[in-house]
C-alpha cells in the first residue's frame, strides 16, 4: 500500500472535520465530493449554501456555511477583536474580517468545531498565510511556520521506501539557523505522523562536512547544531551535499560518520530558490510524485494550496489535513 493510500485510509478511521474555505470554486467542490465519497470525514465549506447544496446533491457528512449570515460571526469578532486589538484591529474591522471566508475558516479550527481548514485555490498563499498566522497563530515552541512536500519515487532505494519529504518549498525565502532548524523539527515530527517511520534528516548544502566554505555553508551547520541541541533524539546531520544525503557509496566516501548519509529521507533545504527548484526538478525531470504543499507550524492545521491544483490536488490535501 503507498504512502497515499494509507493517508486515505488513516483519514477514514480518524473521520474529522475538516473545513473547505472557497466553496465557490468547482474544484474544491469536486474534491469534496470525492472525500465525502470516500469516507475521509466531515467537511464543514464555506461559501453559497444553496448552491454548494445542489452541486453535492444528496451527499452526506458535510455542512454548507455562508460566514455572511451565520449566527456565530458576531462572537467570532468578537474574540478576534480581543485577540488583535493590541495590534490596533478595531471592531469595525474584526467585524468584517469574519466575512471573509478566510478568516472565518480560521475561526472555526480556532475555536474547535474542525480539526483544520484548507484553502489557496483561489485565495493567495500570503493571505492564507495571515489569516492563519493571525488566528491560529503558531505552534508552541515553533518560532517558524513553513512547509513541506511528500515527495514519492517508485526508486525504492531513496528516503523511506521512495518517500522523502523536502522541506521549505513554499513559504520562507532565506530562513536564519534557527528558522532551518525549526523547519527541520516540524518536518521531522510530521513525517513520524504521516509515514510511520524514523525520520532521517539532512541539512543540504554544497558542501559536505567542510568541503566547501562561506557564510551560507556556516548557515546549515549551525541550523545542524542548533537541531542537535533542541531534539537530539531526532537523527540528524549537516552540512551534506545531496548524492551524500541519499547515495550510501557517496555517503561512504564523503561522510562515513554520519547517522544519515545515504539514508536521509528528510531533506532541509538551505533556502526557498533551492527547495523550489530541487521539488520541481524531481517532479518534471525524475517523474517523482510531489504532494503538497503542507503548511506546518501553527497551532492547528491549516493549509494552503497552489492556485494552479487539480480537483484531486485538493482532494489529497482534504485527506492530508484531515492526519496532520
Known sequence: MDLLKKIYKQAAELHRTVVLAEGGDERTLSAAEIALKEGWGNLIILGK??????????????????????????????????????????????????????????????????????????????????????????????????????????????????VLFFADCAVNLEPTSEALADIALTTAQNFKTFVKSTPRVAFLSYSTKGSGSGAAVDKVRQAAEILKSKAPNILSDGELQLDA?????????????????????????????????????????????SVGPVIQGFAKPFNDLSRGAGFMDIADMIAITAVE
Open 49 to 162: 449554501e444553496n448552491e454548494i447544496r445542489l452541486r453535492l446533491s444528496d451527499l452526506k457528512g458535510y455542512v454548507a456555511i455562508d460566514p455572511e449570515r451565520d449566527e456565530r460571526r458576531k462572537e467570532f469578532s468578537e474574540k478576534y477583536y480581543a485577540l488583535r486589538s493590541h495590534k490596533g484591529v478595531t471592531r469595525e474591522e474584526a467585524e468584517c474580517s469574519m466575512k471573509n471566508e478566510l478568516y472565518f475558516a480560521a475561526m472555526l479550527v480556532r475555536e474547535g468545531y474542525a480539526h483544520g481548514a484548507l484553502a489557496g485555490a483561489v485565495n493567495t498563499t500570503g493571505n492564507v498565510l495571515k489569516a492563519g498566522l493571525r488566528v491560529i497563530g503558531p505552534m508552541e515552541g515553533v518560532k517558524t511556520v513553513s512547509s513541506f512536500f511528500i515527495m514519492i519515487t517508485d526508486k525504492k532505494s531513496f528516503g523511506e521506501d521512495g
Open 245 to 289: 544525503a541519499l547515495v550510501a557509496e557517496a555517503a561512504d566516501r564523503k561522510a562515513p560518520k554520519s547517522p544519515v548519509a545515504g539514508r536521509a529521507n528528510v531533506l532541509v533545504f538551505p533556502d526557498l530558490n533551492s527547495a523550489n527548484i530541487g521539488y520541481k526538478l524531481a517532479e518534471r525531470l525524475a517523474g517523482v510524485k
